[in-house]
């Protein structure tokens, strides 16, 4: 059940004043079992006992009032001014990191797309030189939308790679060079130590880690490691289309403590919208 249905259930509850704790206890259910971590669950009911403080006992609509303020005060601390639009260094450089299947290389080609959409010129670095897969991916991703991509055999530098990315956009005068990166586990030394060196070599403006919504809790371990590593500046949430609860998407606001660019809501090219705290939570609460 997602957690729109959940509070809709809620809300068919007794009409009764009730009390604070009371309700806070229904939540708490209702927050986990949507997938919303223990901490960040924990975070929210404090938030609501201290808003109903002086209440003491309050109806459901009022309750479910108040959650929606603080769902959407956490979503809103994740909102950054910055636009990738808005960028003039040329080429401006964006490094995307993240585990396998967080959906890293399609959201390379999706963030290629929305730029290529806005009158935008991009090159596309295949330094996830580890898997052939990967390298196929990304070059019939770059056939599609028309973009060159720089690629050498399986198994060569990937600081090399993107290194020839960022000189071919330099060479060309083009706005973006977009580099994808292998994603083994992230327990896996060598791979954080080759992407300390491809940051190094690459200097990138804007580095992004990609986030599964179905794995948030992982997720947010697994950023953990990448924030002491490498460090990054923000995120893509990708599969918000398949995260049937609703719920990590308050945890990944709440416990990252980074800005969210876009959500992935699909896997086509256009599935792909700005991130908005707004249309989260009229999802949620309409
Ligand atoms: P990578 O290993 O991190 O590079 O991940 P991929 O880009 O290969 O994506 C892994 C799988 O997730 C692929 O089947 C993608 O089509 C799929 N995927 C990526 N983003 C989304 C999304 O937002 N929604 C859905 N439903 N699937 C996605």
Partial sequence: MSLKDRLKSFFRGSSDLLKIDD?????????????VSLETTEYILNEFRKMG?????????DAIGMLKVILKKILDN?????????????PFIILFIGING?????TVAKVSNYLLNHGKTVALGASDTFRAGAIEQLKIHGENLGVRVIYQGMGSDPSAVAFDTIEHARARNLDY???????RMQTNRNLMEEMKKIKRISKPDLTILTVDALAANDAIEQAATFKKEIGF??????????????????SIAHQFRKPIYFLGTGQNLDDLVPYD???IINKIFS
Avoid: C
């Fill in 102 to 106: 967080t959906g890293k290389t399609t």
């Fill in 78 to 90: 994740a909102k950054t001014d910055f636009n990738i639009l808005g960028q003039t260094k040329k």
């Fill in 53 to 61: 403080a002086e209440k003491k006992r309050i109806r459901r609509e």
């Fill in 277 to 279: 705290p707004d249309f």
């Fill in 177 to 183: 060079a977009i580099i994808d990166t292998a994603g």
């Fill in 23 to 35: 309700l806070a206890d229904e939540f708490f259910n209702i927050l986990l079992e949507s997938d």
């Fill in 233 to 250: 500046d923000g995120l893509i949430v990708n599969k918000l289309d398949t995260d049937a609860r609703g719920g990590s998407i308050f």
